[in-house]
């Protein structure tokens, strides 16, 4: 059985995200910002460019923090429910229950959710 990494500070986390495209796409409304804060609060950062994957590594403990925005469901649903079976937590940003039709997806193991979030929002 999978588990969620025991991590309980963004010191000692694997942080990753990927980069959604848009034609309005601005550096206000991307995840630029938030991925510096990122970058510079947890040991380290990486971005593999498939949202599903990020969620199993997340349900693994490969990685304990995930965040992305401009997602469809497919991108999410499977991976999403994998990590609330290994014990983690998904939601969006300002903290609510996943819509996997907003396209916006936190994931954590779940110890390192509200430190994650408050770099959201």
Known sequence: KIQVSPVAGLKDAIAATGFFNSGHLTYENSNLPQSFEFIKRCLG??????????????????????WEKGLKAWDVAAG?????????????????????????VLATNGKLHAQSQSLLI
């Open 80 to 104: 999403a429910l994998i990590l609330q079976e290994a014990g983690g937590q998904v939601g969006n940003y300002a903290g609510q229950a996943l819509d996997i039709f907003k396209g916006e």
């Open 45 to 66: 950062f990486r971005r593999n460019g498939a949202a599903s994957l990020d969620l199993a590594w997340v349900a693994m403990g490969r990685l304990d923090v995930y």
